[in-house]
Nanobody
Framework: QVPLAESGGGSVQSGGSLKLSCAVS????????MAWFRQTPGKEREGVAS???????SYADSVKGRFTISLNNAKNTLYLQMDGLKPDDTAMYYC?????????????????????????????WGQGTQVTVSS
């Protein structure tokens, strides 16, 4: 049984939007750090956004102001709303989770939080969903 399952990827033109979903029922009712990562061929997996038990969120600098991570507890579903998509956002996107209770992040000078989590911090992964942004 796959612990997490993504959906919602696809192809879109530059400036468009997509919303990714991830079923996270295994983590219902407990502490957690949930996140989205992305990876392109030949590169390491990059953290994109996170949300923790206290609903604190953080983002990679490259997506701040464009992407929004959220969690619907009633539906046990994690989301990533992606607006203002750019060709550089093209990648395989993965959701990831562990028991947290918080995620690795730091507070930036503008009072936003930057996500610093790495692959080895997460116990469970989805199979990935492809996002392709054309110029």
């Amino acid at each position: 049984q796959v612990p997490l399952a993504e959906s919602g990827g696809g192809s879109v033109q530059s400036g468009g939007s997509l919303k990714l979903s991830c079923a996270v029922s295994k983590y219902g009712g407990g502490t957690f750090c949930m996140a989205w990562f992305r990876q392109t061929p030949g590169k390491e997996r990059e953290g994109v956004a996170s949300i923790d038990t206290y609903f604190g969120t953080s983002y990679a600098d490259s997506v701040k102001g464009r992407f929004t991570i959220s969690l619907n507890n009633a539906k046990n579903t994690l989301y990533l709303q992606m607006d203002g998509l750019k060709p550089d956002d093209t990648a395989m996107y993965y959701c990831a989770a562990d028991r947290g209770p918080s995620c690795t992040r730091y507070r930036s000078g503008d009072n936003s939080y930057t996500f610093l989590g790495t692959e080895d911090e997460f116990d469970d992964w989805g199979q990935g969903t492809q996002v392709t942004v054309s110029s």
